[in-house]
């Protein structure tokens, strides 16, 4: 069983910076994925960023592409997504996920995070 606990939401304003924090614990996969997904009131969830535990490749939404950093630390099993110049549209609430494989689905993800809350104000 993999659980998932998220840290770093807040408000910020426009411009400004944030970094999420995503704890895993229950991994037993080495080459297992890392998503992290947003979901903005009114919205359908989307895909924001991935990375891969084993070698760190990444996958970024092209809407942040440029301003969010997705990155892990496999000693501490913990993945980051540092999100510069943040704009008002980001306002969201942020879920980390694990899944098996690299993609941008959220129904390819088993297990999620409880939302961690980011409010960029203008």
């Known amino acids: 069983q993999v659980q998932l606990v998220e840290s770093g939401g807040g408000l910020v304003q426009a411009g400004g910076s944030l970094r999420l924090s995503c704890a895993a614990s229950g991994r037993t996969f080495s080459n297992d994925v890392m998503g992290w997904f947003r979901q903005a009131p009114g919205k359908e969830r989307e895909f924001v960023s991935a990375?891969?535990?084993?070698?760190?490749?990444?996958s970024y939404a092209d809407s942040v592409k440029g301003r969010f950093a997705i990155s892990r630390d496999n000693a501490k099993n913990t993945v980051y997504l540092q999100m510069n110049s943040l704009k008002p549209e980001d306002t969201a609430i942020y879920y980390c996920?694990?899944?098996?494989?690299?993609?941008?689905?959220?129904?390819?993800?088993?297990?999620w995070g409880q939302g961690t809350q980011v409010t960029v104000s203008s």
């Open positions: 996920a694990y899944g098996r494989y690299m993609t941008t689905s959220g129904a390819d993800y088993g297990y």
């Open positions: 990375i891969t535990w084993s070698v760190g490749s990444t």
